[in-house]
């Protein structure tokens, strides 16, 4: 018998995360968490987790600094970031500082910022609203 593929689903909205174990329940084996913490714990003790999917806004952490510490600690696993942003682990620009302000903010924030291309990328993105299909053929690619 074939072992299905084990993923770890990363969701605080309670309704969604359920959604998705439904979703893809039969296909695949399932362990769902609410927190940063508790993914960086089932990732340290079950090796055979090859996919995440991370919401990119959860408590007590963003998806993007959750994407580090999981490419850190388990380069193998694959990250599926499920972002309403319009790029994995980019956040939607801000409003930009009055003109007077944005040298001064720029040198005082460029040696706080990591260079971006450093920073791990998922492998994939699923944007939200998200669609049932949209969520298979992504997982599908990335098996």
Known sequence: MIRAKKILIVY?????????????SDKY?????HSADQCLQ????DKNIFLVLLDNQIPAGKGEDILARIKQSSPSVKVALISGYKSAGTPAPLAP???????????ANAA???????????????????????????????C
Do not use: H, W
Not at 12 to 24: Q, Y
Not at 42 to 45: A, E, Q, S, T
């Open 12 to 24: 605080d909205e309670e309704n969604t995360a359920e959604s998705l174990k439904l979703l893809l």
């Open 29 to 33: 084996d399932l362990i769902l968490t």
């Open 42 to 45: 089932i990732l340290k003790n």
């Open 97 to 107: 500082p009055a003109p007077e302000s944005r040298a001064a903010s720029n040198l």
């Open 112 to 142: 706080q910022l990591p260079n971006p291309a450093a920073r791990p990328r998922a492998e994939a993105t699923i944007m939200k609203p998200f669609r049932n299909d949209e969520v298979l053929q992504t997982i599908a690619k990335l």
